[in-house]
């Protein structure tokens, strides 16, 4: 078994459902697929509960690529009424992004010929009582579910969506589908975990803040883990750690240039050096940003980085990470700075 993801933008519109659908037909099988809710998709919900959109705007958006896909749009437009319908607190109302798109996906993967089922995430991801993911009823629960749909090629479910310890519908953080797959694919014990995603695998820096940021072809689980929890935007927080403790592989590809080569996460060593600039907001401090270089270096000295960044900045050395707090409208400037004198080219 296999375990691909399709985040919001391999999923966010005709063109790009059959672009993905493609990539499926073509890889290893049997897969679980996980999909997002269609790009854009879950900040739109996000008003919708606070009352700023409305659930028929929602619905249109998504009926509108059912037509380009050729899909029964009165059947489909049943489906998604019934969906966004039986939604009332605010975590059902965001949880109708991924149930729109797989409900979407799995009508045009039938129609296309695959043999594909669709799984309903809700009866297998569960948080504990401490709101984590609950792991052992996850592998029960998604074995029993594999169990009852029979053999298929493809077991196409939503990301990001779960229920909490009392049962009710509840969301892991934003983001979250990449966590889903690396869940998924401990559970399953799959022999690979493919994120797809529109940038060709993790990179130095975010490539929309650094233009000439470098592709990393293959990286350590404890830098990627890291470059992860310190905001590297192209992997959830938390989705390395169900890959690493099991040792299975995390591909991160290119759902816009399928044959590029990406990134593979495992465990190669950590070498010297700094290998990734990222940033992340403190909720507690919303003005400022947490700029990090993450990976290993003995020899860092933080005169060094005052040099660059300047002298009023505390440098906190964590592990595998070393930060910085500075000011939202240096983020962008620090990032660059730091890419530029600190990371190593020895990739
Ligand atoms: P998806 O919708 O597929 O989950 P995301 O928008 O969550 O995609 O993540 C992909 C984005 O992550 C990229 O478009 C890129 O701007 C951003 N990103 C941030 N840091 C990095 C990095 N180090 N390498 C590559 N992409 C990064
Ligand atoms: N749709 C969710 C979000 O936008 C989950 C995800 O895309 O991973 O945060
Ligand atoms: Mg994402």
């Not at 983001?175 to 889903?180: A, E, N």
């Not at 959830?236 to 759902?255: E, F, Q, T, Y």
Request: with cysteine; proline share 4%; hydrophobic share 40%.
């Amino acid at each position: 078994m296999i375990v691909m993801k399709f985040g919001g933008t391999s999923v966010g519109s005709a063109a790009r459902i059959m672009a993905t659908t493609d990539i499926i037909a073509h890889s290893q099988k049997p897969a679980i697929v996980v999909v997002s809710a269609m790009s854009g998709i879950t900040n739109r919900l996000e008003a919708v509960a606070r009352g700023n959109d409305n659930k028929e705007s929602i619905i249109d958006a998504h009926l509108k690529e059912a037509a380009l896909l050729g899909i029964d749009v009165s059947e489909f437009a049943d489906c998604a009424r019934g969906i966004l319908e039986g939604a009332h607190t605010e975590s059902e109302i965001k949880a109708c992004g991924e149930q729109l798109s797989s409900a979407l996906i799995i009508r045009h993967m039938r129609a296309i010929g695959m043999d594909a089922v669709l799984l309903d995430a809700l009866s297998f991801m569960r948080l504990n009582e401490d709101g984590y993911p609950d792991t052992p009823f996850l592998k029960k629960h998604l074995a029993d579910a594999l169990q009852q749909s029979g053999p298929h090629a493809v077991y196409l479910t939503q990301g990001f969506i779960c229920r909490d310890a009392a049962g009710h519908v509840s969301t892991l953080s934003r983001g979250g589908s990449d966590y889903t797959a690396t869940l998924l694919g401990e559970a399953a014990e799959a022999t690979e975990i493919q994120i797809w995603t529109d940038v060709n695998g993790v990179y130095t820096a975010d490539p929309r803040i650094v233009a000439h940021a470098q592709r990393i072809p293959h990286l350590n689980y404890g830098i990627a883990d890291y470059a992860a929890s310190f905001g590297a935007k192209i992997l959830h927080r938390a989705c390395v750690s169900p890959a690493w403790r099991n040792s299975i592989p995390i591909m991160v590809l290119d759902s816009f240039h399928p044959d590029a080569p990406g990134t593979v996460i495992g465990p190669k060593p950590i070498g010297n050096g700094f290998k990734i600039v990222a940033s992340i907001t403190d909720p507690e401090q919303p003005d400022m940003v947490k700029v990090s270089l993450i990976g290993h270096d003995y020899n860092i000295n933080e005169n060094d980085i005052r040099k660059i960044v300047g002298n009023d900045i505390n440098i906190v050395d964590a592990g595998l990470a070393t930060y910085m707090m500075v000011p939202r409208h240096k983020e962008k400037e620090t990032i660059v700075a730091l890419h530029d004198n600190f990371v190593t080219s020895e990739l």
